[in-house]
């Protein structure tokens, strides 16, 4: 098992915490203030030792497991988001239970077929070439209607998507004073 190193700061934190006020981070040395509680607070973070709480900070499972202590028991729920940091999934049996239960509503769906899963069929992608087949053809402002896309999509799906990866043939003619009309060759 690998000991993390902690500054004094940061041991200083997380002990008062969990001594003190059940996980909650409420109390930093007189000499952090400012830039430096920040940089030890990113430093605690960014290791998995503390975790956002709604309006603060409290300890991780791996913040007292850095500290060598026994991580909490939680009796009930937790109320609070520090409670929540240190569980397991072992912990509550009946939240496994309501879990099992979703997934098990999942499946049935998809067995009876109330979960499609997304299609060529019916992507915004065949949309265009359904489009692009249509004797008139469609416009750049047509596909962009038709699919919520920007311009600068539209084209970089003609050379990119259908040209280059499905070895589309896009022609594109422009009548006089008129927009231009792209189609597939």
Known sequence: MTTTQLTPAQHAILAKAINTSNGKIEWFPDHIKGGARKKVLDGLFNRALITPDGEGWCVAAEGYDALGMPRPKPTSLPQRACDAA??????????????????????????????????????????????????????????CTATGWQAHTVRGTFAGAFKKKLGLSIVSDKPQGGERVYRLA
């Open 86 to 143: 240190v569980l397991t999934s072992t912990a509550y049996p009946e939240l496994e239970a309501d879990v099992a239960a979703c997934e098990a509503e999942w499946a049935k769906n998809k067995a009876q077929g109330q979960v499609k899963p997304r299609t060529w069929d019916n992507s915004k992608q065949a949309e265009v070439v359904r489009m692009l087949r249509r004797p008139e053809g469609a416009t750049i402002g047509q596909i």
